[in-house]
């Protein structure tokens, strides 16, 4: 079903290994939602077949498998989208590192299996790996979804990712270890469902494995969590508590949520920069096969007249 680089004999976590907090990624219509409903086998997330995205804000929920593990699973609206303002990145951001209290187990990165893989999508990678530190890519697993039409067009996620595969995608699977999984979010065979949330589950249990058991953590993870406890413990000080104080580490929290949102708009101005410079080598290399086209037809009319007037048949 799906690729790694993990061992067959890989199983599903067990209860003892503790609960995984895993926290969905991803371009607006890929089916974020519904792989999260897959995962925790149950209609947690509100998810339609709309392409102007459902998740409006970071949710949280939890399901314990039939084995008894516990898994949280954490959905994101589409915070990398073009249309998304900083304010609203920095704050959502927050909002999920505060949801994954004891870290993120792995970070799942949700692709559509039917659709070309974007110069966009490949910029919320670089993205995400800017704000959060490349060590994130050692807790990524990409999730494809869409294995329902794939299977209906008699076609193989393998086929997809033969020789036309981007090479974009070819280097951000390079750099996750080749850890992917593909997803049949519509399917009503309980086997399958179990079988999919499985393999997913071995391959978190292999990220969790080679970090030594512990859950990503960054700087900025770690910046925003005492930032955001500082603010809740200090709102719930007393009238007399030393103001100045108080407005020193009101200060702390904002100034570290300036800093983020700033390096977010920087990202999105290069991330729109380099989307202009492909649009633009697009149009130079359809106009120049387009002047092609224009030479040969001219070409083709020259030889057709001149045969004409020799009398000449045109083969």
Not at 8 to 21: E, K, L, Q, Y
Not at 85 to 113: Q, R, W
Request: net charge negative; aromatic share 4%; with cysteine.
């Amino acid at each position: 079903m799906g690729g790694s680089s993990v061992d067959d004999d890989w199983v599903i976590a067990s209860p003892a290994s503790g609960p995984r907090t895993l926290v969905l990624v991803g371009g607006t219509g890929n089916g974020k939602s519904a792989t999260g409903n897959s995962i925790l086998q149950k209609d947690a997330f509100k998810s339609e077949r709309n392409f102007s995205g459902v998740t409006q804000t970071c949710e949280l929920h939890t399901s314990v498998l039939k084995d008894g593990q516990t898994v949280n699973v954490i959905d994101t609206p589409g915070l990398f989208d073009c249309s998304a303002k900083g304010e609203f990145i920095v704050k959502e951001i927050a909002k999920c590192i505060n949801m994954a209290t004891d870290g993120i187990h792995a970070v799942l990165v949700v692709l559509s299996a039917i659709s070309r893989f974007s110069e966009e999508e490949a910029a919320i990678f670089d993205s995400l790996r800017t704000l959060f530190g490349k060590k994130l890519t050692d807790y990524m697993i990409i999730v494809f979804t869409g294995g329902d039409e794939l299977e209906y067009d008699g076609k193989t996620i393998e086929d997809r990712l033969g020789h036309e595969c981007p090479e974009s995608l070819k280097e951000l699977l390079h750099q996750c270890e080749n850890r992917w999984v593909l997803f049949n979010n519509r399917t009503r065979d309980q086997r399958k469902k179990d079988a999919q949330v499985q393999e997913l589950l071995s391959l978190v249990n292999h990220v969790v494995a080679k970090s030594g058991g512990k859950p990503y953590t960054d700087e900025l993870f770690v910046e925003l969590k005492k930032g955001s406890a500082k603010l809740h413990d200090q709102t719930e000080v007393s009238n007399h508590d030393d103001k100045e104080q108080l407005s020193k580490r009101l200060t702390e929290v904002k100034e570290s949520t300036s800093r983020l949102e700033q390096q977010l708009e920087e990202e999105k101005a290069a991330r729109l920069n380099a989307e202009k410079l492909v649009q633009t080598a697009q149009k130079k290399s359809n106009d120049e096969i387009r002047k092609l086209r224009e030479s040969l037809e001219k070409a083709e009319r020259e030889l057709r007249e001149k045969t004409e007037r020799s009398g000449c048949a045109v083969l």
